[in-house]
C-alpha cells in the first residue's frame, strides 16, 4: 500500500478538518462532513480514517482533558501536519487533470 | 446541553430521554476498550446530545444505535485503535483475511481437489452434526414434564431377584401418606380401553392413574379442568382424559368436546381434559408412550391389599431432598413393611429410579456408541483430507519456498495453511450442515423409533455451535502435517530441483504413511465394532424363543363390564368367539392367552406348595398366564409331561401347567405332575399341576425363561384376553376375516393389535437392529473413505517413483517384480494399521459389552471378517495403482522428467 495515496473518504475528513481551522475532533468532523457532503457518516468510520491518517503522518492528534475542556469526558483532538498539503494537492491535481476538457459533458 | 458519557444524572424520566440508549451503550462499552474508550464514548454521547436538540430525542437514539451498530461491523478495526500498539493487530486481521481470501482462491483454482475434500469432509462432519443432534436431545433437552428432575419412580423388587416389579395398592397408600421424602406419590398402570359411542368401536393405549397423577408430573391439560382432585367419590372415576392425538382422531379437535360423554369398555364417561399436543407417557416402551386416555384409578379402598401388584408409582421429591435420602428412607419404610406384613412383603426391597435414569437408561450406551463412532469417521476423514493436502502441498513446494524467500516468516506459512484446512473444513460442515437439516425429519422419526418419543430432534444452534467447533477442530488438525512439512521447506531443493521430486521427501512421506496405518486402524476397529453388532443382532433374532411364531396372527380384545357382568359371561363371550374365529376359512387353531409373549405385560404370583412347610412370607414369586391350553398347541410349545387340561371347565381344584424352568426349579425329582399350590393372594384356591410344557422366552429375545405357570380361563376368567390364530395358509390372508368374526360377534368390541406375531416380534428387536445398522453404515463410510485414502496416497507415491520405476523396468525388472515392490511398502503399512485396529476392536468390543448378544467382545469371527475385509481393500487400492506403474512405458518414464 502507497504511504502517500489518499482514499476519498480520507481525503474528505483532511478538507473537513481544514475547513474547521487545522484542528478539531470527531462530533464537529462528523456533522461538517455530513453537512457538506448531505450523507449519513458513520462515526465509527471516523475514527477508522483519523488512525489511519495518524499513522501516514498527515495528522498528528493530543488528548484534551476533562479539566481542559470542561466537559465530562476526554476528547482527541486532530490536526493537520504540513506533510498533508503534498497528497491534498496531488490529489486535486490528479482530479482536475481527469475533468480537464470533459466539462461540457455535464452540462448535457 | 451536553450530558455526560457515564449517563448517572437526572431522574429516571429524564435519564431515558437525555442520554444515550443503556443497551447499545453497553454494546458499545465491550466493543472499545483500553484508553481510548473514554474518549470514543464521550465523543459518541456528545453527538447524541447535539443530535438530541437538532433532532429530537428518538432520532438521536435512533442515531447512536445506528453508530454503535457501525462499531460492531468495524469492531476489529476500532478495537485494534482504542488500545495502542494497535498497528500491528490490526495488520493481523488485515493479514487473516487476506489469507481466506487466498484459500478461497486456491480451491476455486483446484475444483476437483476441493469437490473431494469438501465432499469428504462433508460426510464426517455431517455424520457427526447428526448424531450430535441426537445426542443434544438427550442431554440438553429436559423431559417434558416440570422439574423432571425432582421425579422419581419407585419399585419393588421380586421376591429373590432384583428385578423392578410393579406395586400393591396398600404399599403404595402407606408410601403416598407416611413418606416425607416425597412431595406426592402417584399410582398408574396400563391398560387398553375399548372406545365407542361416535364411530366405530376403537381400542386405544390407555393409563388408569391416580387423580393427581399429573399434578405430580406438573402438566395440566390443554382444555378442560382435568380430574377433580379434591374430590375423589366413585361417580367421579367416571370421567376421562384425551390425548391430543386422540381427540384430533376421533373429535376432529372440538373444543365443545369437554363435557360430552363418551363409551370406555362399555360405560359412559365424561370428558374432563385433553392434554396437550406435546404431552407423553413417562413409559419406557414406545408404545406407552403414546397412551392415549386417562381414567382416574381411586385405590382408598383397597388399602388392605397388599398382595395383588399391578401399580407403578411416581413421585415427586420434596425440595431439599436427595435422591440418596429418598432412598433411604424407602429402604427403611420397606423393611417396616415386610415386618408389618410378611406374607405379602418379606423378601422384597424397594428401589428408587430418577425419571431420566429410568426413560434413558436403556438409550444412553447406544448414544455413546454412536458419539465414539462419529468420532472414529472423522478422524479417518481428517487422515484423509490430510493426506490429499499433503500431496497437494508437494506440488506447493515452490510456492512456499518463494514465498518464504520473499521474506514470509515460518508462522506466517504456518497460518496460512491453517486457514487453509479451516475454510475447507468449514465448506465441508457448511455442506454437512444443510445434508443434516435437509434430514432432520428423518433423524427425527430414527430417535422416535428406536430411542424415545420423549424428547424431539432437531437442528439448533448447539448443533451450528458443535458443528462449527468440529470443522475449526478438524481444519487445524488435518492443516497439521502439512504445516509440519511446509514449515521447513527446503529451499534448495525445491528451487533448483525443481520438479524432480523424489517421492515427496522422507518427512512427509512418514507423515503420509502414518496417516494411512492410523486410517486403516480406525477403520478396522469401526470395521470390527459393526460385525460384533451385525453377529450379536443375528444371534439374537435366533435365539430359539421356545415357540412357532411364523403363520399365526394375533389381535387381543376385552369383553366390557356392562354386557358381560360376571364369570359365566365373560367365559361365554370368549369361548362363542374362540368357536366363530376357528370357523373362519383358512384358520386352523386358536388358541387365547392373558397377555402375549414379548409384552412388557406380567402376572407375578407368590406360590406356597403344599408339604413343603414354607412359611408364606418365603413363598418364591413365579410369573403365570391365564390360558385356553389350544394355546399351547398353536404355538407349538411342547408338551412334556402330563396331559392339558380342558380350559371352559374346572372342577374344586384349578388344573394348571408348569413350564419346565418351574419344574425343574421346584419338582427337581420329576415329580411336578400331581403338586399342589396355592396362591398367596387366593390361598382358598388349590392348584393342581397336570402337565409340564416346554421354556417360552416371554419377555423378548433376550430375556430368560422365567418360571411360570398357566391357568385355564375358566379358573380365573378375565375380560381383556389375546388370541393366537394358526392359518392353515398365508397368515395374512385370513386377518380381514377374522377382524370381522371380531366385529360380528359383539360391534363394540373391536379387535385390537391384529397382526402377524412374527411382525411383532421383529418390532421388539427394533433397537439393537438399529444399532446394528448404524454401525454397519459407519463401518461402510469409513471403509469407502480409508479405501480411498489409500489408493490416494499410493497412487501418489507411485507417480512421484515413476522415473525409478521406468529405470527398473529398462534395466530388465519384470512386471511382477515391480507390482510386487510397490505393493510390499503398501502391505506393511495396512498390516500395522490392523494391528493397531484389532487393539482398538478390543477395547471397543470391551465398552459395549453390554450391547452385545450371544458374541463375546473378544469375537475372533469379528476380528478375522474386520481384516479380511480391510486387507483386501487395502491391498486392491495399492495394487491398481501398482499395475499402472509396470504399464508405464520405460523411455516415457524417463522423458517426464
Do not use: E
Given at each position: 500500500m502507497g504511504r502517500s495515496s489518499l482514499g476519498e473518504f480520507e481525503q474528505q475528513v483532511l478538507l473537513v478538518i481544514l475547513r474547521l481551522g487545522r484542528e478539531s475532533y470527531s462530533v464537529p468532523i462528523v456533522a461538517e462532513l455530513e453537512a457538506r457532503t448531505g450523507r449519513a457518516v458513520a462515526v465509527s468510520a471516523v475514527y477508522v480514517a483519523l488512525r489511519r491518517l495518524e499513522a501516514k503522518g498527515l495528522l498528528t492528534s493530543r488528548l484534551e482533558t476533562p479539566a481542559e475542556s470542561g466537559e465530562p469526558h476526554p476528547r482527541r483532538h486532530f490536526a493537520l501536519t504540513d506533510a498533508v498539503l503534498e497528497p491534498l494537492r496531488s490529489a486535486r491535481q490528479s482530479l482536475l487533470s481527469l475533468w480537464d476538457g470533459l466539462e461540457p459533458v455535464l452540462d448535457e | 446541553m451536553t450530558v455526560g458519557g457515564d449517563g448517572r444524572r437526572g431522574t429516571d424520566a429524564s435519564r431515558s430521554d437525555e442520554t444515550p440508549p443503556r443497551g447499545a451503550r453497553w454494546v458499545l462499552c465491550r466493543i472499545v476498550s483500553g484508553p481510548e474508550a473514554q474518549v470514543v464514548l464521550g465523543e459518541l454521547a456528545e453527538g447524541f446530545a447535539s443530535r438530541r436538540a437538532r433532532a429530537g430525542p428518538r432520532a438521536a437514539r435512533r442515531w447512536y444505535r445506528r453508530q454503535v451498530w457501525g462499531f460492531a461491523l468495524r469492531a476489529v478495526a476500532v478495537r485494534a485503535l482504542s488500545s495502542r500498539g494497535e498497528e500491528e493487530r490490526m495488520s493481523r486481521f488485515e493479514d487473516v483475511a487476506s489469507d481466506v481470501r487466498w484459500a478461497l482462491r486456491g480451491l476455486r483454482k483446484r475444483p476437483t481437489f476441493t469437490v473431494v475434500a469438501v465432499a469428504t469432509l462433508a460426510l464426517g462432519i455431517g455424520a457427526n452434526s447428526a448424531i450430535f443432534t441426537l445426542v443434544s436431545s438427550h442431554l440438553f433437552e429436559p423431559l417434558p414434564y416440570e422439574r423432571p428432575d425432582e421425579l422419581v419412580l419407585i419399585w419393588e423388587t421380586g421376591r429373590n431377584n432384583m428385578e423392578v416389579n410393579t406395586v400393591s395398592p396398600g404399599n403404595y397408600l402407606t408410601w403416598r401418606d407416611e413418606t416425607a421424602s416425597f412431595e406426592d406419590v402417584a399410582a398408574y398402570n396400563v391398560d387398553v380401553a375399548t372406545l365407542s359411542g361416535d364411530g366405530p368401536a376403537e381400542r386405544v393405549n390407555s393409563s388408569l392413574v391416580a387423580p393427581h397423577f399429573f399434578n405430580v408430573l406438573g402438566v395440566a391439560p390443554a382444555l378442560g379442568p382435568g380430574f377433580d382432585v379434591a374430590s375423589a367419590r366413585?361417580?367421579?372415576?367416571?370421567q376421562v382424559v384425551l390425548s391430543h392425538s386422540l381427540w384430533v382422531r376421533?373429535?376432529?379437535?372440538?373444543?365443545?368436546?369437554?363435557?360430552r360423554d363418551v363409551r370406555i369398555d362399555g360405560r359412559p364417561h365424561t370428558v374432563v381434559g385433553v392434554m396437550p399436543r406435546d404431552y407423553r407417557q413417562p413409559e419406557r416402551s414406545l408404545t406407552w408412550q403414546t397412551t392415549e386416555l386417562w381414567r382416574p384409578m381411586l385405590l382408598d379402598d383397597s388399602r388392605e391389599d397388599r398382595g395383588s401388584r399391578y401399580l407403578r408409582t411416581i413421585a415427586r421429591r420434596a425440595p431439599g431432598v436427595s435422591v440418596e435420602q429418598a432412598r433411604q428412607e424407602m429402604t427403611l419404610l420397606g423393611r417396616r413393611l415386610a415386618e408389618e406384613y410378611p406374607e405379602a412383603n418379606a423378601g422384597r426391597a424397594v428401589l428408587v429410579r430418577t425419571l431420566d435414569e429410568y426413560l434413558m437408561g436403556a438409550v444412553r450406551p447406544t448414544l455413546v456408541m454412536l458419539l465414539i463412532a462419529g468420532a472414529a469417521v472423522l478422524l479417518i476423514v481428517c487422515a484423509n483430507v490430510a493426506n490429499l493436502t499433503l500431496a497437494r502441498g508437494e506440488e506447493r513446494r515452490s510456492e512456499f519456498a518463494l514465498r518464504s524467500a520473499l521474506g514470509s516468516g515460518r508462522r506466517r506459512l504456518l497460518r496460512q495453511i491453517i486457514v487453509e484446512g479451516v475454510v475447507l473444513a468449514l465448506l465441508g460442515a457448511a455442506v454437512g450442515t444443510v445434508l443434516v437439516y435437509a434430514g432432520a425429519s428423518g433423524l427425527q422419526s430414527i430417535q422416535s423409533r428406536y430411542f424415545t418419543g420423549l424428547v424431539d430432534v432437531g437442528v439448533d444452534w448447539r448443533v451450528i455451535v458443535f458443528t462449527v467447533a468440529v470443522a475449526v477442530w478438524s481444519g487445524v488438525l488435518f492443516g497439521l502435517p502439512l504445516a509440519r512439512a511446509a514449515s521447513r521447506p527446503d529451499l534448495r531443493a525445491a528451487l533448483v530441483e525443481g520438479r524432480a521430486r523424489s517421492g515427496g521427501g522422507a518427512r512427509s512421506g512418514a507423515t503420509r504413511n502414518l496417516l494411512i496405518v492410523g486410517q486403516v486402524g480406525m477403520a478396522t476397529t469401526l470395521l470390527v465394532v459393526a460385525a460384533l453388532l451385525g453377529r450379536s443382532f443375528n444371534r439374537l433374532i435366533n435365539v430359539p424363543p421356545g415357540f412357532e411364531p411364523d403363520g399365526v396372527v394375533a389381535f387381543s380384545v376385552t369383553a366390557p363390564e356392562p354386557t358381560y357382568p360376571d364369570r359365566a359371561s365373560i367365559l361365554r363371550y370368549h369361548r362363542d368367539l374362540s368357536e366363530a374365529i376357528a370357523a373362519v376359512p383358512g384358520v386352523e387353531a386358536v388358541g387365547i392367552v392373558s397377555d402375549l409373549m414379548f409384552t412388557t405385560e406380567n402376572m407375578n404370583a407368590d406360590v406356597v406348595i403344599e408339604g413343603r412347610g414354607v412359611e408364606s412370607g418365603d413363598a418364591p414369586t413365579v410369573e403365570f398366564h391365564v390360558v385356553v391350553p389350544d394355546y399351547f398347541g398353536v404355538l407349538g410349545i411342547p408338551l412334556l409331561a402330563g396331559e392339558l387340561p380342558d380350559g371352559w371347565r374346572v372342577g374344586a381344584e384349578v388344573p394348571v401347567v408348569v413350564n419346565r424352568r418351574m419344574a425343574e426349579m421346584h419338582w427337581p425329582e420329576g415329580e411336578a405332575v400331581g403338586a399342589r399350590f396355592t396362591m398367596s393372594w387366593r390361598p382358598d384356591v388349590v392348584h393342581r399341576v397336570v402337565a409340564e410344557v416346554g421354556d417360552v422366552l416371554d419377555d423378548g429375545y433376550d430375556g430368560v425363561a422365567d418360571p411360570t405357570f398357566y391357568v385355564p380361563l375358566a379358573g380365573m376368567p378375565r375380560r381383556r384376553m389375546s388370541y393366537v390364530v394358526r392359518a392353515s395358509g398365508a397368515p395374512e390372508d385370513v386377518v380381514a376375516d377374522v377382524r370381522a368374526a371380531v366385529t360380528l360377534m359383539d360391534p363394540d368390541i373391536p379387535a385390537g393389535d391384529l397382526g402377524l406375531l412374527s411382525e411383532m416380534m421383529a418390532e421388539s428387536v427394533a433397537r439393537p437392529r438399529a444399532a446394528s445398522l448404524i454401525g454397519l453404515t459407519f463401518a461402510l463410510i469409513a471403509l469407502m473413505v480409508s479405501t480411498a485414502g489409500i489408493y490416494g496416497v499410493l497412487s501418489y507415491a507411485v507417480q512421484a517413483r515413476t522415473r525409478e520405476i521406468g529405470i527398473r523396468s529398462a534395466l530388465g525388472a519384470d512386471g511382477r517384480e515391480l507390482v510386487s515392490m510397490v505393493m510390499r511398502q503398501a502391505t506393511r503399512l495396512i498390516l500395522v494399521g490392523l494391528i493397531i485396529g484389532t487393539l482398538g476392536a478390543l477395547a471397543a468390543g470391551r465398552a459395549m459389552a453390554g450391547l452385545l448378544f450371544g458374541v463375546p467382545s473378544w469375537d475372533p469371527a469379528s476380528l478375522f471378517f474386520a481384516a479380511l475385509v480391510l486387507g483386501a481393500a487395502g491391498l486392491l487400492a495399492s495394487w491398481v495403482p501398482a499395475r499402472r506403474a509396470v504399464a508405464i512405458d520405460p523411455t516415457e518414464a524417463l522423458r517426464s522428467e
Open positions: - | 366413585m361417580a367421579d372415576a367416571m376421533r373429535f376432529g379437535g372440538d373444543p365443545t368436546v369437554v363435557g
